[in-house]
Every structure is written in structure tokens, then in C-alpha cells.
């Protein structure tokens, strides 16, 4: 079983509606992330959270909510999708040094 | 400007080639730096850290130049299965807040 698991792995939607991506790991760590990947485009940082009760903003927060439920969960939230957020969306972990990060197996969303 | 750069790409080796990917970043303030492969649709996964003094392991080697702000991937004898995007990153230090990630380069090794 993976250390971190995505779901739902793939989800189409549609314009407007609100969309949950939950995450949960089992390698007992304290920092999760959620990233965002378009073509051409790399990684972005949306949020992340270095403990329960420790929410921050990344790089493009913008119309994206998190909820950090427990140390293993980690959720994002659109809470009206649009097409331009349509992308491979990617949770990940690290302990506490923060080195390695460990991704999930991502979550293709797309927003019609 | 960007916060980490790489080579455009893509790149296409013969098998048994040796390519470099290199990676410039931004801040000088930065302290860790490491490199990713992502094979397509799939999760980025750690390759290798990149040490000041330069790494080595197997066909691979990472090179880090602080007073010139880049980093290197070195392949020898290039494998069919290289085949991937190479993703260069770099954190500000062990306890930062997060890591910035290239936008990759893409490596094709052909028979």
C-alpha cells in the first residue's frame, strides 16, 4: 500500500461545483503539502502545514481551502472550480528536517 | 526571473550517452538542493541530495556551485529506463517553510 495516498485519482467536474481531495499517509509525518502540476509548468505549492494546527499559504493559494483534520489528513478544497484549475494535483509529506519529500500518486482533476 | 531554472530541454541520448541537466537558482541564501526524477503521470520521486562537495551514486553525480548559484546532474551510460523529467530543487534551509521546484528537464534516452 502506498505511504501516501490521493483520492479520488482521477475526477471530472464542472464548472462551479465544489470538489474535495483528500489525502492521508502513514509514514508518521508532521509536514504535508498539496502542489498543483500543469504541462510545461512544474510544481506549484498551494498549501501546507507543518502540524494540525499550522495552515499556510503557498505560492498559489487563490481559490483553494485546506483542512488539516489530523496528523495523517490533509484535505483541499475548491470551492467553486473553474477550468484553469484543471491540472495533476499532488499531496506530499516530510518529516520533521524536511528533506525528502514523499508524494502521492496525484489526482487528475478537470474542470469542465 | 524564476527561483529555480533548468535547462529547456528536451534532451534525446543514445543509450550508453552521458548527458548534464543543470539548474540555476535564485536566492543565495538557499542551503539544500536536491534532484527528482518524475516518470510521466507519475509522483515526483527523490534521485539523489546534492552535497557541497559533490555526490556520487552509481552513474550519477551532482554537483553543487554555490558561488555561481547552479547545480548539476551528471548521467553516464545512459539506460532506456533514464528516460524521465528530471526535477531540480532547492529548499532555503532544513527547517524552511517549503521547496521550490523547477519546471524540469526532459530526458529521453533511445535505443
Known amino acids: 500500500d502506498a505511504d501516501v495516498t490521493q483520492t479520488p485519482r482521477n475526477r471530472i467536474t464542472k464548472t462551479g461545483k465544489r470538489i474535495m481531495l483528500e489525502c492521508s499517509q502513514t509514514?508518521?509525518?508532521?509536514?504535508m503539502y498539496w502542489y498543483r502540476q500543469d504541462p510545461g509548468l512544474g510544481l506549484r505549492l498551494i498549501y501546507y502545514?507543518?502540524?494540525?494546527?499550522?495552515?499556510n499559504k503557498g505560492e498559489i493559494s487563490d481559490g483553494y481551502s485546506v483542512s488539516r483534520q489530523a496528523q495523517a489528513k490533509f484535505s483541499l478544497s475548491l470551492e467553486s472550480a473553474i477550468p484553469n484549475q484543471t491540472a495533476l494535483y499532488f499531496c506530499?509529506?516530510?518529516?520533521?528536517?524536511?528533506?525528502?519529500?514523499?508524494f502521492g500518486e496525484g489526482s487528475w482533476l478537470t474542470v469542465v | 526571473r524564476k527561483e529555480v531554472e533548468q535547462d529547456p530541454g528536451p534532451f534525446n541520448v543514445p543509450e550508453g550517452a552521458t548527458v548534464a541537466f543543470n539548474c540555476t537558482y535564485s536566492?543565495?541564501?538557499?542551503?539544500?538542493f536536491f534532484w527528482y526524477r518524475q516518470d510521466c503521470r507519475k509522483e515526483p520521486k527523490l534521485l539523489m541530495s546534492?552535497?557541497?562537495s559533490g555526490n556520487e551514486d552509481g552513474r550519477f553525480t551532482a554537483q553543487l556551485n554555490r558561488a555561481s548559484q547552479y547545480i548539476s546532474l551528471l548521467i553516464r551510460d545512459s539506460k532506456l529506463s533514464d528516460s524521465a523529467t528530471y526535477l531540480c530543487?532547492?529548499?532555503?534551509?532544513?527547517?524552511?517553510?517549503?521547496?521550490?521546484f523547477g519546471d524540469g528537464t526532459t530526458l529521453t534516452v533511445k535505443p
Open positions: 506530499a509529506t516530510s518529516g520533521t528536517g524536511g528533506n525528502t519529500i514523499y
Open positions: 509514514k508518521g509525518h508532521d509536514r
Open positions: 546534492v552535497y557541497s
Open positions: 536566492n543565495s541564501a538557499s542551503q539544500s
Open positions: 530543487v532547492v529548499k532555503l534551509g532544513t527547517n524552511a517553510g517549503k521547496s521550490t
Open positions: 502545514s507543518f502540524d494540525v494546527k499550522d495552515i
